[in-house]
């Protein structure tokens, strides 16, 4: 098992930065396929990025590509969420989410085992 918290969330201007981390609890944590996602007002959570155990390959939601990155790092057992060039529609609450590396990728809510808390990110026009 393990129990992720988000940190990083905030108020930015349109244009600007934020950089999301998401840190695990256990010794575990490069046994996880680790993802993002996001859910805004009156809307479904949706997929923003994932990435595998190792790092070495991420996926993104069409609405990021380009914009976000996600990273890892194992040794601190925190997973990243850089976003760049913010948008008013990336304004939402923000999941980082764990699924059991073995399971392979994956990109619906679903399909992951352990949430965080989430953290707001609000981007003004």
């Known amino acids: 098992q393990v129990q992720l918290v988000e940190s990083g969330g905030g108020l930015v201007q349109a244009g600007g930065s934020l950089r999301l981390s998401c840190g695990a609890s256990?010794?575990?944590?490069?046994?996880?396929?680790m993802g993002w996602f996001r859910q805004a007002p009156g809307k479904e959570r949706e997929f923003v990025a994932v990435?595998?155990?190792?790092?070495?390959?991420?996926y993104y939601a069409d609405s990021v590509k380009g914009r976000f990155t996600i990273s890892r790092d194992n040794a601190k057992n925190t997973v990243y969420l850089q976003m760049n060039i913010l948008k008013p529609e990336d304004t939402a609450v923000y999941y980082c989410?764990?699924?059991?590396?073995?399971?392979?990728?994956?990109?619906?809510?679903?399909?992951?085992?352990?949430w965080g808390q989430g953290t707001q990110v609000t981007v003004s026009s």
């Open positions: 989410a764990a699924r059991w590396r073995d399971k392979g990728i994956a990109v619906l809510p679903g399909a992951f085992d352990y």
């Open positions: 256990g010794r575990t944590f490069s046994s996880y396929v």
């Open positions: 990435i595998t155990w190792s790092g070495g390959r991420t």
